[in-house]
């Protein structure tokens, strides 16, 4: 931590670690001991008055159908996304590592849309799929399939899905290309040389020995579904139609902005909070343990 | 490739192309739809090849908006994006090589306390305490100003960590020598630990921009002045007046214009662009 050689004891130091301290103080540590204190309170409807009433809000919450709707259309919304931004970029980044020509070419083609804001994305989707306009609208229609996400609650979800998917794919083949190509060359040789075909060395070579990164690729894609796909969803669909699209992130922003209910707001940050700190906390001992091997 | 087989050689290009393509697809009909007059946007079918009124929707949207109603020049909001993007990024750069600079090189009371109130930043994202962090910029009196966009956002515990990394790093004769040379402490720093970590700043300067450019929720949430609007942000609105005033061809316009910068940022430094991303997540 602390170097063997280091400079003695003065004021430096404080002045170095001061901006930084002063903003995690201000606009990080104050505001979520806020937003802890608030879920304990409840505030009449003119805002006039406050009252402390212990877990009132989080049994609430609880109590709440349509929070614990929200809830597993949550964890459904991140599942969908991780297993279809990582399968597909496991099968584009298998499909990489066996290729010696054109390589760099073909990355560049592949990661740039991890550049992309979220909230782009959602532009470009919404933007094809326009009920009226859009292009595979348009195709899907020829084909006899009638396509509205404004009214049709499942065609949102998988809307928000694909556009939340393209996004991620780039992210999870870097560090999976990244993890076939620290494979010794040598062991796959090793398995060709006994016969063992492309397919058979991906399944029994390559997928087990990236399994580490799969982990922390399946956690990080978890992180992203629940919190960074805010964007895609306000510019999609709005949570809508009839609420088929509100994830957790989404119902914090709409009751706390929208529908002002200050305390209900905190409490489910409170509870959001509580998941990070989880997945955080998961993410860390898988860390420890790659050290370890 | 190990084997030599040209059937298996033509199907692995054949899966990465067409993956290629079915990515770039919805770019494509982006830039195609910037390509066309408004009225020829609104026809459906769709056209799928680009049309020639490119340039004339560029100049367009760059400098007087998006339609008659929305007049707001696209160039405004893409200025604003850029300062937001470059305060963060460097923001990030300069308080966390400072920090992570007193933390390893300095003994000093609460040290600890410093390090670990700093990981806890990484629990706290915007998403989870967006109500409060709002009520606390809003007394200071921070609405609709750069500073109230960027100050939240720019304390950084990866950005800490991997500079106490990259410190760790440094061999301790380095200091010595300095010390001998007569060398303090900002001296130290600024010519000894800054060359060193030039690449790595370089490498989370990549990641930084394209997360200050991006933001969505925490400028949608402090910014109502119209001069404010970022060009991420400005988007949704014009989405939502699609319904009213199909512009569309400006509206994809102003998304491809949004998305150039931080693309053209990772295709071009994609060494440093991979570097900083395999690096700030370990």
Do not use: C
């Amino acid at each position: 931590m602390l170097k063997r050689v280091h400079f003695g004891p003065s004021w430096l130091p404080f002045a170095l670690v001061a901006p930084q301290i002063i903003i995690t103080l201000v606009f990080f540590m104050w505001p979520a001991a806020q937003a802890m204190f608030q879920s304990f309170l409840v505030e009449d409807a003119f805002g006039l008055k406050t009252e402390f009433v212990w877990f009132d809000n989080f049994i609430e919450l609880f109590d709440d159908e349509i929070y614990l709707k929200t809830f597993s259309r949550t964890a459904y919304f991140s599942f969908l996304v991780a297993f279809s931004s990582l399968s597909i970029a496991l099968i584009l980044a298998g499909m990489a590592d066996r290729i010696i020509k054109g390589a760099t070419f073909y990355r560049t083609m592949l990661i740039w849309p991890y550049a992309v804001a979220p909230v782009l994305a959602g532009a470009l989707w919404v933007f094809m799929f326009n009920p009226s306009l859009g292009i595979i609208t348009y195709a899907l229609d020829m084909m006899g399939y009638d396509w509205n996400h404004k009214l049709n609650g499942g065609q949102a979800m998988s809307l928000v899905v694909m556009a939340a998917t393209w996004k991620q794919i780039s992210y999870n083949f870097l560090f999976f290309l990244a993890a076939m190509q620290s494979i010794p060359k040598s062991l796959i040789e090793a398995a060709a040389i006994d016969g063992a075909g492309p397919a058979r060395r991906f399944w029994t070579i390559i997928f087990p020995l990236i399994t580490p990164t799969t982990f922390f690729l399946l956690v990080v894609n978890i992180v992203y579904a629940f919190f960074d796909t805010f964007g895609i969803i306000h510019a999609v669909t709005e949570g809508g139609p009839a609420n088929a699209t509100t994830i957790l992130v989404y119902k914090v922003y709409n009751d706390g902005f929208i529908g002002l209910d200050l305390g209900g707001s905190a409490a489910q940050s409170v509870v959001l909070m509580a998941i990070v700190i989880i997945i955080t906390v998961i993410q860390f001992r898988y860390i420890e343990k790659k050290v370890d091997y | 490739m190990i084997e030599k087989r040209p059937i298996s050689t033509f199907f692995t290009h054949l899966v990465i192309i067409i993956g290629i393509i079915i990515i770039a697809f919805p770019v494509w009909i982006t830039f195609v739809a910037s390509t066309h007059d408004a009225i020829r946007m609104t026809q459906s079918p769709i056209p799928i090849w680009p049309g020639d009124q490119f340039w004339v929707n560029l100049k367009d949207t760059l400098w007087s908006g998006i339609s008659e109603s929305d007049t707001r020049p696209i160039s405004r909001m893409l200025m604003n994006s850029f300062i937001m993007a470059m305060v963060i990024a460097l923001g990030k750069i300069i308080i966390s090589l400072l920090s992570a600079f007193a933390i390893v090189y300095f003994r000093f009371p609460f040290r600890m306390g410093f390090f670990w109130m700093i990981f806890l930043t990484l629990m706290l994202p915007v998403e989870v305490r967006i109500l409060p962090t709002f009520e606390v910029v809003a007394n200071l009196g921070l609405l609709n100003s750069y500073a109230g966009l960027t100050l939240p956002l720019i304390a950084s515990a990866t950005a800490t960590f991997m500079f106490r990394q990259v410190f760790l790093t440094v061999p301790d004769e380095l200091l010595e020598a300095a010390r001998i040379d007569g060398a303090g402490p900002m001296r130290f720093f600024f010519d000894i630990l800054l060359p060193i970590s030039r690449t790595n700043i370089a490498a989370l300067f990549v990641i930084l921009f394209i997360y200050g450019w991006n933001q969505y929720l925490w400028p949608l949430l402090i910014t109502n002045d119209q001069a404010m609007v970022t060009v991420v942000m400005g988007i949704k609105e014009m989405l939502e007046s699609a319904e009213q005033a199909p512009v569309w061809n400006r509206i994809m316009m102003t998304t491809l214009l949004a998305m150039i910068p931080p693309v053209i940022v990772v295709v071009s430094m994609q060494k440093m662009f991979v570097k900083g991303l395999t690096e700030t997540e370990k």
